[in-house]
């Protein structure tokens, strides 16, 4: 007799999301999981990124973690300073995360992340890659789902059927413009005026330099706000890696009548951004390469209608992109999988061929993670206004509040504030599913 494990999955995308989904659906135990995406291989390319318990503890589960580790910084504290003078605005000590959740706060590179989760996924028989494969549309939504696939390795287009299809193509997706558009919904983008900088010095550019080499050395990661701009910055790769990531007003981009998202920046409009921050920030900015400048659009789109259709769903990036003010776009895309699998895994043998119990199955993952996710973008999106804000009364007490550091429970800056560290890092996607399921499921009509 058939059961959940026989259900064929097709994933569109290998990024984060696309990953952690291909390996939670095989440590369940499923058979046949095809990944597709468009570039000829992975290429694990980026900047740093942080990996916050939340994700961690999924990524502990899917038995990659332990790999990811070995070159991850162990976040222990954090400094958020005013970028014109350097000076501590507040400084919040995070030393007992493991203790607190389970599982610490790391930072590391984008590659160890997706590298961890690949090799993960190469351990398992179940899970097919077909790199260099784009989808070309969604020929039909159930009772199981068609796709128009394009190889670069063939002339002709091809046609997969599947029984799931789960779509973590990106903020660009094209499996969410179709189902929009066919359900006769639409949705918009936020514009959120910010681009950004993703910045990564090597050991030997900041070794003669003290100051530099004392953030490098350390196990913190440092805030640099100003108005309507900002630097985080911290330690990856081992500690060889100093990796800044900027957040400032777009210029570049707001006339742009295209979806570009990326574009070839010059060191000296980087320097006018930031030309009013403190020593020490320049000096890390002059260390960039010129013609290495890179500067992305930061975009997000608001809450869609729907992330399901018939037997198919949105992951990741594809419903729920997020500015990276709260450092969770990697860890929602990862915990999406997760909960995918659960959900999955919860249909009973009896039902697999039949359309509506995938689809209501599919709608308890958008009702259990719709809401949270929506939370966290928003925060995100808030804590990025308060840390930009100009001078005035507003952030006279934005400012009263960093001094206090956080012994109220609460730094304006929303990533290092402990009472949303606690209602993020303690939440454990997968053991919601196993407590919720039968109820959000027999409450779908």
């Given at each position: ?22 390996l ?18 992975l290429?694990?390319?980026g ?12 990524l502990?589960?899917?038995g ?7 070159e ?22 995070m ?12 930072t590391?590179?984008?590659s ?16 097919k ?21 394009k ?69 913190m990661?440092v ?5 309507r ?7 990856v ?22 979806a ?8 000296k ?6 030309g ?8 890390m900015?002059?260390l ?12 997000i789109h ?26 969770q ?48 973008v ?5 804590s990025g206004r308060?840390?930009h ?8 007490e ?10 109220s ?12 560290q ?16 039968d ?7």
């Amino acid at each position: 007799m058939a059961e959940f494990r026989d259900l064929r999955i097709a994933i569109i995308g290998a990024g984060m999301g696309g990953l952690g989904t291909a390996l939670a659906f095989a440590k369940k135990g499923l058979k046949n999981i095809n990944v597709y995406e468009t570039a000829s291989n992975l290429g694990f390319v980026g900047a740093g990124i942080q990996m916050p318990p939340n994700v961690v503890r999924v990524l502990d589960r899917l038995g990659c973690w332990e790999e990811i580790e070995k070159e991850a910084t162990d976040v222990k504290e954090t400094s958020i300073r005013q970028g014109s003078t350097d000076e501590e605005l507040a400084h919040v000590f995070m030393p007992d995360m493991r203790e607190k959740y389970g599982f610490p706060h790391c930072t590391g590179h984008r590659s160890s992340l997706a590298g961890g989760l690949y090799n993960g996924c190469l351990k398992e028989p179940a899970i097919k890659f077909n790199f260099g494969t784009s989808l070309v549309k969604v020929l039909s939504w159930a009772p199981k789902p068609r796709i128009l696939l394009k190889s670069r390795a063939q002339d002709e287009p091809f046609e997969v059927e599947a029984d799931i299809l789960l779509a973590s193509d990106g903020i660009k997706s094209l499996t969410r413009t179709q189902m929009l558009s066919e359900l006769g919904l639409t949705y918009e983008e936020a514009d959120t005026g910010q681009a950004a900088y993703r910045i990564m010095l090597h050991r030997d550019q900041m070794k003669d330099d003290p100051e530099m080499l004392a953030l490098l050395d350390c196990d913190m990661a440092v805030r640099w706000i100003g108005e309507r701009r900002h630097i985080i910055a911290y330690p990856v790769s081992g500690h060889n890696i100093y990796n800044l990531s900027t957040a400032h007003p777009d210029t570049n981009f707001a006339g742009a009548t295209n979806a570009t998202y990326t574009t070839r920046g010059e060191k000296k409009a980087m320097f006018e951004v930031f030309g009013t921050f403190c020593p020490l920030v320049q000096r890390m900015l002059d260390l960039v390469p010129e013609g290495e400048v890179c500067e992305w659009k930061l975009r997000i789109h608001k809450t869609l209608p729907t992330w399901v259709h018939g037997s198919a769903a949105l992951l990741g990036d594809a419903c729920h992109a997020t500015l990276p003010h709260l450092s969770q776009g990697a860890a929602m895309a990862i915990e999406d999988g997760a909960v995918l699998a659960e959900c999955v895994s919860k249909i009973p043998a009896d039902k697999l061929d039949d359309a509506e119990t995938v689809a209501k199955t599919l709608k308890v993952f958008e009702m259990l993670r719709k809401p949270y996710t929506t939370t966290l973008v928003d925060l995100a999106s808030h804590s990025g206004r308060v840390l930009h804000l100009g001078e005035g009364k507003a952030k006279e007490e934005r400012d009263r509040l960093f001094r206090d550091n956080g012994k109220s429970g609460v730094v304006p800056d929303k990533w290092a504030s402990p009472d949303v560290q606690k209602m993020i890092y303690s939440h454990d996607c997968v053991k919601e599913v196993i407590e919720k399921f039968d109820e959000v499921f027999a409450s779908i009509a």
